[in-house]
């Protein structure tokens, strides 16, 4: 197939062009490169099969040749970037969504939403099944990514059933791996960077509050699973397996041998307290449930840190 990616620069879309690329498919990767790197698919660039494109899809979008799929990723995905960014988060979520929704009608490309846990908001049942419906701040602050994947699912869905395009939503839970951004925000990488640097960790809250991981290659499963689909409804993919924030701090400090003292700072407006994924409908539908073990990936992810400071510190 002739896939197209957008986001395709970002940590989840680049390692998506990989699995995509090594399956025998080509692959267009756009990005805007707000919370991208060209350093994620640079690796790509000599590959026939591989173009990429810096363009915003807030933007029209324009493809000069056939699409079969269109994966639509881009979107800042982590606190520390959308609330920076918070109004091209809003227009990535509607008009981005609506513009990659329009090539998909102009081919008749199939269709794959890269939604969110976020949808959920602060959840009132754990785990969370797909039927929830969530409970969200919408004028929060969180509200703009909240919202704006809420918007992109009704979207669509709406281009589904008016349009008759075959479009699949998969809500993604914390995923974590190489390629994260050590700055990003979000709990692993923040934790890992304290860590090698023997800085105090820095938990949110009392560390009581729970997320549930999963490796960005049981991710990669699941999404290409979902392509291959007959689902046009959301799924949820993620790793059940709920820890505190407390655990994963400590299993990381244990694994990078840190001397870094475990500190507490206020816990964000709407910062939601539970997250695990019932993920029922993908072991049921698609056959999938994750592989790798929080420890494995938390070794393969802590050694990609360590290169990139070592590169940092021009070693070699």
């Given at each position: 197939?002739?896939?197209?990616?957008?986001?395709?620069?970002?940590?989840?879309?680049?390692?998506l062009?990989?699995r995509?690329?090594?399956?025998?498919?080509?692959?267009?990767?756009?990005?805007?490169?707000?919370?991208?790197?060209?350093?994620?698919?640079?690796?790509?660039?000599?590959?026939k099969?591989f173009?990429?494109?810096?363009h915003?899809v807030?933007?029209?979008?324009?493809v000069?040749?056939k699409?079969?799929?269109?994966?639509?990723?881009?979107?800042?995905?982590?606190?520390?970037?959308?609330?920076?960014?918070?109004?091209?988060?809003?227009?990535?979520?509607?008009?981005?969504?609506?513009?990659?929704?329009?090539?998909?009608?102009?081919?008749?490309?199939?269709?794959?939403?890269a939604?969110?846990?976020?949808?959920?908001?602060?959840?009132?049942?754990?785990?969370?099944?797909?039927?929830?419906w969530?409970n969200?701040?919408?004028?929060?602050?969180?509200?703009v990514?909240?919202?704006?994947?809420?918007?992109?699912?009704?979207?669509?869905?709406?281009?589904?059933?008016?349009?008759?395009?075959?479009?699949?939503?998969?809500?993604?839970?914390?995923?974590?791996?190489?390629?994260?951004?050590?700055n990003d925000?979000?709990?692993?990488?923040?934790?890992?960077?304290?860590?090698?640097n023997d800085?105090?960790?820095?938990?949110?809250?009392?560390?009581s509050?729970?997320?549930?991981?999963?490796y960005?290659?049981?991710?990669?499963?699941?999404?290409?699973?979902?392509?291959?689909?007959?689902?046009?409804?959301?799924?949820?993919?993620?790793?059940?397996?709920?820890?505190?924030?407390?655990?994963?701090?400590?299993?990381?400090?244990?694994?990078?041998?840190?001397?870094s003292?475990?500190?507490?700072?206020?816990?964000?407006?709407?910062?939601?307290?539970?997250?695990r994924?019932?993920?029922t409908?993908?072991?049921?539908?698609?056959?999938?449930?994750?592989?790798?073990?929080?420890?494995?990936?938390?070794?393969?992810?802590?050694?990609?840190?360590?290169?990139?400071?070592?590169?940092?510190?021009?070693?070699?």
């Amino acid at each position: 197939m002739d896939v197209l990616i957008t986001g395709g620069a970002g940590f989840i879309g680049s390692h998506l062009a990989d699995r995509l690329l090594a399956d025998g498919h080509s692959v267009i990767a756009v990005d805007n490169l707000i919370t991208g790197s060209t350093d994620n698919i640079a690796h790509l660039m000599g590959n026939k099969k591989f173009e990429f494109i810096e363009h915003d899809v807030s933007n029209y979008i324009f493809v000069g040749k056939k699409i079969d799929f269109i994966l639509h990723f881009a979107s800042p995905a982590s606190p520390v970037d959308y609330l920076t960014h918070p109004i091209k988060t809003l227009k990535v979520g509607s008009l981005g969504t609506h513009n990659a929704l329009g090539v998909a009608r102009k081919y008749g490309a199939k269709f794959l939403l890269a939604s969110t846990s976020e949808v959920y908001g602060d959840p009132l049942v754990n785990p969370q099944p797909e039927t929830y419906w969530g409970n969200v701040n919408p004028v929060g602050p969180r509200g703009v990514y909240d919202e704006a994947k809420r918007f992109a699912e009704a979207m669509t869905l709406a281009y589904y059933r008016s349009h008759g395009i075959d479009a699949k939503i998969i809500r993604i839970f914390n995923t974590y791996g190489e390629r994260m951004r050590k700055n990003d925000g979000r709990v692993i990488p923040n934790f890992i960077d304290q860590a090698l640097n023997d800085q105090p960790i820095t938990v949110y809250g009392d560390g009581s509050q729970t997320r549930s991981f999963c490796y960005v290659s049981d991710l990669v499963e699941g999404i290409v699973r979902l392509m291959k689909s007959d689902l046009n409804e959301p799924v949820n993919i993620g790793n059940p397996n709920e820890m505190t924030m407390n655990e994963i701090a400590a299993k990381i400090k244990n694994i990078t041998g840190a001397k870094s003292e475990i500190v507490y700072e206020p816990l964000p407006v709407d910062d939601p307290k539970k997250r695990r994924p019932d993920i029922t409908k993908a072991k049921s539908k698609l056959g999938w449930e994750p592989k790798v073990l929080l420890e494995d990936g938390l070794k393969k992810t802590i050694e990609y840190f360590k290169m990139k400071k070592n590169e940092g510190n021009g070693s070699a």
